[in-house]
Nanobody, 122 residues
């Protein structure tokens, strides 16, 4: 089993930055990719990006690739989502999730954090 705990959400203004953290514990050898997803109000969960845990290779959705950066500290078993130039449309509950293979589909991720709310005011 893998446990994921997110932190760092909050209320910010458009143009601000925010960094989310996702601390992993348990059998961290069970996954190779850590993904970030978000679910805006009234919409389906969507892929934000992912990182290859052992190599720092990253992948992003087109909507965020010039503003968001995913990184990880392998020693701390923690992934980060640095979000810059935030927009009101970035408002969502953000989730981290772990999977063995790279995927943009949420149903391919086996382990999920509890989610953290990010609200961007205009």
């Amino acid at each position: 089993q893998v446990q994921l705990v997110e932190s760092g959400g909050g209320l910010v203004q458009a143009g601000d930055s925010l960094r989310l953290s996702c601390a992993a514990s348990g059998r961290t050898s069970s996954f190779r990719f850590m993904g970030w997803f978000r679910q805006p109000p009234g919409k389906e969960r969507e892929f934000v990006g992912a990182i290859y845990w052992s190599g720092e290779v990253t992948y992003y959705a087109d909507s965020v690739k010039d503003r968001f950066t995913i990184s990880r500290d392998e020693a701390k078993n923690t992934a980060y989502l640095q979000m810059n130039r935030l927009k009101p449309e970035d408002t969502a509950v953000y989730y981290c999730a772990a999977a063995w293979g790279l995927s943009r589909a949420s149903n391919n991720y086996n382990y999920w954090g509890q989610g953290t709310q990010v609200t961007v005011s205009s």
